[in-house]
């Protein structure tokens, strides 16, 4: 997610806020499914994520110390799958259907009831890039995001649930002190699937 993240940063993509930038093919809308009777109660953490999203890519404004207005908006769809066994969360670079780079990712989340986290493999089509990811929730209340596979530079990752159905990925590096500070920020809102 990294690597297309950074690419469609470099590209500088604009688009208004909450706005549809993907083509056809690229929402649910409503088939969502539902989770297994016999999933584990920790599939709640993720509740969040089930749905259609317009995600906007927003940086860190340093010396605003505030988050930047979208650079781009993409699109993220959650649901349940594998017979309400799995979340299945899919991401459509900003012009999927339209431009031929953009390319499409889709997460495959497993919980792990021995080990209380998260096993995610993630896949994007841009560069054929398969990842192994982990994620639990923290007694800080905050559901934690770290990469296994491949082996990649340290940086926090985490979810937050927000008002009104929204929710955000954050993301925090290390500046050259040594210090965690902000980097990026995926801001989802809900789709109005209305006018999908």
């Not at 505030?66 to 991401?91: C, K, S, T, V």
């Not at 031929?100 to 919980?111: M, P």
Request: charged share 25%.
């Amino acid at each position: 997610m990294k690597h297309a993240l950074s690419m469609l940063a470099a590209l500088g993509l604009a688009a208004t806020a909450h706005a549809q930038v993907t083509g056809e093919g690229t929402t649910r809308c409503g088939d969502y499914g539902a989770p297994h009777p016999d999933a584990p109660e920790a599939f709640a953490q993720f509740a969040f994520i089930i749905g259609d999203f317009d995600v906007g890519y927003r940086t860190w404004d340093a010396e605003a110390e505030a988050w930047a207005e979208p650079q781009f908006q993409a699109r993220w769809n959650g649901y349940y799958g594998l017979n309400g066994r799995a979340i299945i969360d899919e991401w459509f670079d900003p012009g999927y259907g339209y431009r031929e780079q953009s390319g499409t990712g889709i997460n495959i989340r497993l919980y792990d009831a021995d080990e209380g986290r998260w096993e995610t493999a993630w896949h994007y089509t841009a560069n054929f890039e398969v990842r192994e990811l982990h994620q639990e929730m923290r007694e800080d209340g905050r559901l934690w995001l770290w990469q296994v596979y491949p082996e990649a530079s340290e940086r926090r990752v985490w979810f937050e649930t927000l008002d009104n159905g929204e929710w955000a990925r954050f993301e925090q590096q290390q500046n050259e002190a040594g210090d965690w500070v902000n980097a990026v920020m995926l801001h989802a809102v809900p789709a109005d699937c209305a006018t999908d």
